[in-house]
């Protein structure tokens, strides 16, 4: 019986081949720009040189805050060829939501563009983001030049590649910023109700009485959240008046 030669196919191995199969064939097609799949592959690879030259390291989280351009396709590709795990940042969230998902992932760098940079600074220095590590796809000042950054490095792939991931399950960080937005904002029942004036008020609570409207609000944001009835891009508790 002849064997028979398999070969798992995930995203990075299918550029691959794509590559080796279609290497002139068009790949990305973005306003006057071309890319062909060998250029797109050699792109990637490029990216995923730089990132490890740069430190980051197997399971580190490299976040990207840029529209739909191919500098974002690319980073599908790249920072999981780097090991990498990608966190790939809406870029019509606030500042303050930004600034939550840098400081909750732990980011190792950050890439932004210039419609997102100023976003991207105040997120960054609110969550502490290391010095030298947000990187612009065009020219912003104080930010590292993308195009210097991958730069002469090797189309060739890693010869210890270890696929990172794209890192999921951002939409509860939203909301808690959301939650934390909406509680701040009636603050003033926190110190107005005690410990024991709550218990007296629990089966008020129950019943939807004696809550202040706005934590009421809160929590039913949450609820339905987790229901999978509001997404990310929805508004959430922070209209509470």
């Known amino acids: 019986m002849t ?3 398999n070969t798992q196919l995930t995203p990075l191995t299918f550029l691959g081949r794509s590559a080796e199969v279609y290497p002139d064939k068009t790949a990305i097609v973005y306003g006057e720009r071309r890319y062909t799949y060998g250029e797109f592959a050699a792109e990637a690879t ?12 197997p399971g580190d989280r490299v976040a990207y805050l840029l529209p739909n351009i191919p500098e974002m396709l690319v980073a599908h590709f790249a920072v999981p060829l780097a090991g990498a795990v990608l ?4 870029t019509r969230l606030s500042t ?3 600034g939550y998902i840098l400081d909750d992932c732990g980011v190792r760098a950050v890439f932004c563009c210039e419609r997102t940079a100023e976003a991207t600074r105040r997120a960054a220095l609110e969550a502490r983001v290391p010095e030298g590590a947000c990187f612009a796809t065009g020219y912003v000042a104080g930010f590292r030049s993308y195009a210097a950054f ?5 189309a060739s792939l890693p010869d210890d590649r270890t696929a990172g991931a794209r890192r999921r399950g951002a939409a509860q960080g939203y909301a808690a910023v959301r939650l934390r937005r909406a509680l701040r904002h009636q603050g003033r029942a926190d110190d107005g109700l005690d410990r024991r004036r709550r218990r007296q008020l629990g089966g008020a609570d129950r019943a939807g009485a004696g809550r202040d409207p706005c934590d009421r609000h809160a929590r039913a944001f949450l609820a339905d959240h ?9 508004e959430g508790p922070g209209q509470c008046r």
């Open 46 to 57: 490029r990216v995923a040189h730089a990132l490890r030259g740069s430190g980051v390291e």
């Open 3 to 5: 064997a028979v030669w």
């Open 96 to 98: 303050e939501e930004i």
């Open 226 to 234: 987790r229901a999978g009835q509001v997404g990310p891009g929805q």
């Open 87 to 90: 966190v790939a940042i809406n």
């Open 150 to 154: 991958k730069a002469a490095q090797p």
